[in-house]
């Protein structure tokens, strides 16, 4: 990979345009330049297979230089547009709608900022604000569209896992108050299925917990991946949703063992009215014979 793309070239070359006839008292020392990052989840999956929308950078994840930015697209359903215009990710994403398997409406997403600050040590993350980077190189913006991309995708199986919670507490609150269970099976299996599809995602589709690949080529990144890590706290994130994955898994098997006791309670009781009925007829008809 090259160490300094397009991306950089074009942001210095526009912020010494924007410098020239300035008098060097009335400059900002602060100003830096600076790329807008915005991360979409468009679907369950996105098919990058064969796609072209310009010069291939990354094919793991598929990157894309379009245009002076670049796309990073990630086969768990999201794609993240960096230094794009409006315009321009529209069009791109319009692009890929043919592409999505299971589309979201609306889109989950997520924006940040990229600056420049030209000092490796300086590479830090303020909480809320931008992120500093000491070049705007195709292998630092993808480590940035990486964590972006699971902390989207991370976002949209919380409040999953929390649509969950919402459901399974009437029928807690019921056994625990009243001392019944719901009668409605199928909808306790519903949220297992649930439960087992954002399990799948986040151990497999996504895998949060492992490492870009860019890293295995660039170790000496892996410092300012930990930093991306600790700012959208993908880990702690991480564990948070398999504690309430389990918590669901749990409570719904809970509830499924204990209709499936009473149904079978219920069966037991049926099967022996049943025996005792034939026993009565039987002692009917011995006794109608008799006499």
Known sequence: MMDRGPIEQHVRVNADHHSVGVAPA?????????????????????????????????????AFRVHTGLAVIFRYGVVVLIGLLPSEEKLLIDSLKSRVIGAFSPYEEETAQAQLCNDENAE???????????????????LVADA?????????????????????????????????????????????????????????????????DVLWEKPELDRLYSRLEDEYELKERLDTLERKLTAVSETANALTDIIDTQRSLRLEVAVVVLIVIEVAIGCFQILAGIH
């Open 148 to 212: 972006l991309a699971k902390s989207t995708s991370l976002a949209r199986d919380e409040r999953r896992v929390a649509a969950v919670f919402d459901v399974i507490e009437p029928f807690a609150r019921e056994l625990a108050e009243r001392g019944r269970t719901p009668r409605r099976r199928k909808g306790i299996l519903q949220l297992i299925g649930n439960a087992l599809l954002v399990q799948q995602r986040v151990a497999g589709r996504v895998a949060i917990a492992e490492k870009p």
């Open 26 to 62: 009335s400059v900002k020392q602060d100003a830096a330049p600076t790329l807008r990052i915005r991360a979409l989840m468009l679907g369950d999956r996105i098919n990058a297979s064969g796609l072209e929308i310009g010069t291939l950078v990354s094919s793991a994840p598929a």
């Open 124 to 142: 830090t993350i303020q909480p809320g604000g931008p992120i500093c980077l000491a070049k705007f190189s195709d292998d630092r913006l993808l």
